[in-house]
């Protein structure tokens, strides 16, 4: 198992959680239950192989590995002795000739056979398993599984009805528990079978209709599980117990619990009568606290007690000698236990997901000791007070705004105001004496506007809210859409006027009701709360962690790499200061390909701050990995480089003879007594410091290309975009129905925030009225994670007749000023800020004009299900001329975006029926991949836009249209056939 798996993304769905939660914990099993998998290999006569059905858990767990999403963490598996114990059959026997064994096995299977033929034809198992499932399919000579059958377990009072003595030997049962009245039948049997040795009554076997994994509903075990004197493993995972069943205390011989996503809220007093558990899962329950007496499982070597509601541990966890792995992600754990550090057999600590800000140094101590401690605020300050409780927003009222409402009123109750894009505003009652209008606006981030620290990046528009004097009697809460971002820190930055400033935030979904695009799944979220209006905007930067640095010294970890620590020793200040880490992940074979060494490596970026700057008074050790593939034995330390770099003057020096600097087995260790950037290198180049900086500049700068599409339908209308190189093959797809042009630009290198141009030549213009048009070309600025996008309007220059063959350039900064005015506007040649050219084309103009072009004809509507098929171009066009004023609001609840109805709606702003047109047909063509349910669709969104007249109007259509398909299947003779085939294929 590799604890420091890492976690699945949060941006993950819900089912996606829940598929990996259920597999993580069949994984758990399988070491020791192979009965567990889908496909179970059977000989002649239906009777298990006990040889594949052995081998059969490491070839599933493969083939899981290779086809499945990687779970948040492999379950723990048995140990070899105690696979062995499980299964009985000793591993020797599996070793021995394989032909004298199947000879053995055939002979073994025709006598369970013929033995049981006649009680297998006298019992019948209809219901509750399949009418095709006989006696054998079921039950070998150790073995009865009724989970692969749903309601299965009800068939256990049968079998053991008909032939009890043949049950009674029985040593593996496994139990579905999604049947309450067959479950209460089994269990009353199970108790019978003193013979057992592994027992699994788990939920989550089947699904229903809707995909859903059905709950198991075993609440308790009877009283008479305690004669299961053999019992080894139990699993009831997947069920609803409330408490530990008092009979499992008196099982001496359970050595396997597994308790998985049950309800338990805490242990029994007595828990450790379990004295011979060696492996515990707790995995997802709402444990709050463990009782002391868990420090009697004397021979515990796997506790997991993930996904809990853990606030602290009891001391008597650290007499738990035995103990090899302990797993405590995804709990409130403030703090470890100083008895900890007994534990001289640990060897995985997963802790990860917790509120830890400090590891005991006992604990750190532990030999071969590996910890994951990810999601922790190690090494921060206490965690300063939440923010305010939201308000019920059911009690406040709700504002949805459009795109052109740019104002709005807040009284003294409050309100949830919804903008466009995705962007929430939370006014509490109270927040106001009396009604005020407040205004917002979404700002174009301009460099005189956004200034970003090193390696920030934006992740939204600035947004303005006006008056900025105005002063809330109570916090208001600003939530800002983003985009999710990888192992990197998401942050609200309010802007007063004079500079930046980062503000505390909280991430979370947007609400249901209100989405970037209607009908989708709510926005990510950055929230903050703010007494008074001003600009605000979200930007992503490498993970902060910081400590307040006292005479007494402290220690600060990283917490997106936990191997960087720094540890200020006593007496290293007299005043207290603020210490901020930084850690930037720098991609090997990224370095490799811009210094040209292909064994150059790495270690982490380290950014140092702190407040006041001065010098420490004594040396502060800094601790770092080595970079990627070097270790302490076989680094050649003539290639190892330590460099200095200054953030100001952006330059890197080579201080590897200036420190003292040493190497572990994983680690390098030096001292220093002023903070600034550390780079850790391993390059046999010799000049590596001009290396550095310039492998530097290139790690901040983007590969983008330049988009230059026309739409199809008005080639004047052209799409300006400058994307990273990774996001425009999708882009290009998504506009290709609309748009029109050349192939996207070869790579250029761009930093985040830096300006370029566009300008128009060779007989093309465009309106130099616009604000951001400067000398005739338009001004853009990129940021990374924005779209960079602008639509504008072409027109052939003046005095130019007939079609045009133009094109768009694009240039970095401002156009010089030593050039000519003609050259400028002419100049095509690669110059010093000269970025790509791309064509333009613009069809003639007729005498009216308008351009000559081919008349657009819409694409045949065929939407790929039968049922949208009976709804012909012909229906569409004729619905198009009832919808009228109504077009938008049915746009919307078609899910059409805000931009696109505001695109449609400026570019047909004179003719409604043209307007009406190309919003029903912009839906339908996005429909051919949609899937089906295509008019469905439609229909619901005629009935919540108010137009049930034309709801029922299209039921008629298809109504008359499924008539007329089902008559001419008829007379052509295909109905009866396709009956036939569906039969068949039943």
């Known amino acids: 198992m590799d604890g420091g798996a890492p976690d699945a993304e949060e941006d ?350 006992c604990v750190n101590k532990l030999p071969l000791l590996k910890i994951d401690v990810r999601d922790n605020p190690l090494g921060r300050p206490p965690t300063p007070p939440p923010l305010p409780p939201a308000p019920d927003k059911a009690e406040i009222p709700e504002l949805h705004l459009g795109f052109n409402q740019h104002s709005f009123c807040v009284s003294s109750a409050g309100g949830h105001v919804f903008l466009p894009g995705g962007a929430e505003l939370l006014f509490p009652p109270g927040c106001l004496m009396t009604t005020r209008r407040l205004e917002w606006l979404e700002k174009r981030p301009g460099k005189k506007l956004v200034q970003l620290e090193e390696h920030d990046i934006l992740l939204s528009r600035p947004l303005e809210l006006r008056p900025h004097g105005i002063t809330f009697l109570k916090p208001v809460e600003v939530c800002l859409p983003y985009h999710r971002t990888k192992r990197r820190e998401v942050a609200v930055q309010r802007f007063d006027g004079q500079s930046w400033s980062i503000l505390p935030t909280i991430l979370r979904r947007g609400s249901e009701s209100h989405s970037s695009h209607p009908g989708g799944r709510p926005a990510r979220l950055a929230c903050c709360t703010v007494s008074q209006f001003s600009w605000f905007m979200v930007v992503s930067r490498p993970v902060k962690d910081s400590c307040s640095l006292t005479q007494a010294g402290a220690l600060l970890v990283s917490s997106a790499d936990p191997g960087i ?99 572990t087995h994983v680690y390098a260790i030096f001292y220093i007594t002023h903070f600034s950037w550390y780079w850790l290198w391993y390059t046999t180049q010799r000049c590596v410091s001009g290396v550095v900086r310039k492998v530097y500049q290139r790690l901040k700068q983007f590969k983008v290309q330049f988009l230059v599409l026309q739409r199809k339908t008005d080639p004047s209308q052209v799409m300006l975009q400058c994307l990273p190189s990774n996001k425009v093959d999708s882009r290009v797809q998504s506009l290709s129905e609309q748009y029109d042009g050349p192939q996207p630009s ?107 072009m081919e008349e657009l004809q819409y694409p045949p509507l065929n939407l790929g299900d039968p049922e949208s098929g009976y709804l012909t171009e012909a229906n569409l066009l004729s619905i198009s001329l009832q919808i009228g004023q109504d077009w938008r609001v049915i746009g919307i609840n078609l899910g059409l975006s805000y931009q696109e109805l505001d695109r449609i709606q400026y570019k047909f702003r004179d003719n409604l029926g043209a307007l009406v047109l190309d919003m029903l047909f912009l839906w339908a063509r996005g429909q051919r991949t949609a899937g089906p349910g295509a008019v469905s669709r439609l229909v619901e969104a005629m009935i919540e836009s108010g137009r049930r007249d034309l709801a029922e109007e299209i039921e008629d259509i298809v109504s008359i249209g499924k008539r007329k398909y089902s008559e001419s299947l008829r007379r052509v003779g295909l109905e009866a056939e396709d009956f036939s085939l569906g039969e068949t294929q039943q």
């Not at 598929?19 to 070491?31: F, G, L, P, Q, W």
């Not at 330590?642 to 190497?663: C, E, K």
């Open 12 to 361: 993950g769905e819900q089912a996606a959680c829940r598929i990996k939660e259920t597999d993580r914990s069949e994984a758990a099993e399988v070491a020791v239950t192979p009965a567990c998998f889908p496909s179970r290999t059977t000989s002649k006569g239906g009777e298990t192989d006990p040889v594949l059905d052995l081998l059969s858990p490491e070839l599933w767990r493969g083939l899981f590995h290779q086809d499945q999403v990687k779970p948040e963490r492999d379950a723990p598996s048995e140990s070899p002795s105690s696979l062995m114990d499980t299964y009985g059959p000793s591993m020797s026997s599996l070793s021995s000739s394989s032909s004298s064994y199947l000879s053995t096995h055939r002979n073994h299977g025709a006598n369970l056979s013929s033995s049981s033929s006649s009680s297998s034809s006298a019992l019948c198992l209809t219901p509750p398993l399949p009418p095709a499932v006989e006696l054998p399919a079921v039950l070998t000579e150790t073995r009865l599984t009724l989970d692969v059958y749903r309601g299965g377990a009800a068939a256990l009072p049968l079998i053991w009805g008909s032939i009890p003595g043949k049950v009674r030997g029985v040593q593996y049962l496994r139990l579905g528990s999604e049947e309450k009245t067959g479950l209460d039948g089994a269990l009353d049997v199970v108790s019978h079978l003193t013979e057992l040795r592994s027992l699994a009554i788990r939920g989550h076997c089947f699904y229903d209709s809707q995909g859903d994994p059905l709950p198991g509903l075993l609440t308790t075990l009877p009283s008479s599980f305690s004669s299961l004197c053999h019992l080894v493993h139990l699993d009831l995972s997947f069920n609803q117990l409330s408490s530990l069943p008092s009979c499992l205390l008196s099982l001496p011989a359970l050595s396997s619990l597994l308790l998985c996503h049950n309800h338990l809220t805490a242990l029994p007093p007595d828990a450790g009568q379990l004295s011979s558990l060696t492996y515990l899962s707790l995995f997802g329950n709402e444990l709050v606290s463990l009782p002391p007496s868990v420090g009697k499982l004397k021979a515990l070597q796997t506790l997991d007690i993930s996904h809990n509601l853990l606030q602290h541990l009891p001391d008597e966890i650290g007499s738990l000698e035995e103990l090899v792995k302990l797993e405590l992600s995804h709990n409130k754990l403030k703090q470890l236990p100083e008895s900890m550090g007994a534990l001289l057999s640990l060897r995985e600590l997963v802790i990860y997901s917790n509120d830890l800000r400090l590891i005991p140094h």
């Open 565 to 663: 620590k720094l540890q200020f020793p006593p007496d290293s200040t007299v005043q207290t200061r603020t210490i901020t880490l930084q850690v930037l992940q720098v991609s090997v074979s990224e370095v490799q390909a811009l210094c040209g060494d292909p064994q150059a490596s790495v270690s982490p970026l380290l950014c140092l701050t702190q407040t006041p700057s001065i010098q420490f008074l004594q040396p502060v050790k800094v601790q770092i990995p080595l970079p990627s593939g070097v270790t302490g034995h076989t680094v050649d330390t003539s290639c190892l480089y330590l460099l200095h770099g200054d953030p100001a003057a952006q330059t890197w020096t080579d201080i590897t003879s200036q420190v003292s600097l040493y190497v």
């Open 746 to 852: 070869d790579l250029c290198d761009l930093l985040e925030g830096e300006q370029f141009f566009a300008g128009f030549e060779k007989g093309l213009d465009i309106s130099t009225e616009r604000p951001d048009c400067l000398e005739g070309r338009l001004c853009f600025v990129f940021y990374s994670s924005l779209k960079n996008l602008k639509e504008v309007y072409i027109c052939p220059a003046q005095g130019q007749k007939g079609p045009v063959r133009g094109q768009v350039s694009f240039y970095r900064g401002e156009v010089p000023d030593n050039l000519p005015e003609e050259v400028a506007r002419k100049r095509k040649g690669q110059d010093s800020q000269w970025l790509t050219t791309l064509p333009l084309r613009l069809p003639a103009l007729n005498s009216e004009n308008h351009f000559i």
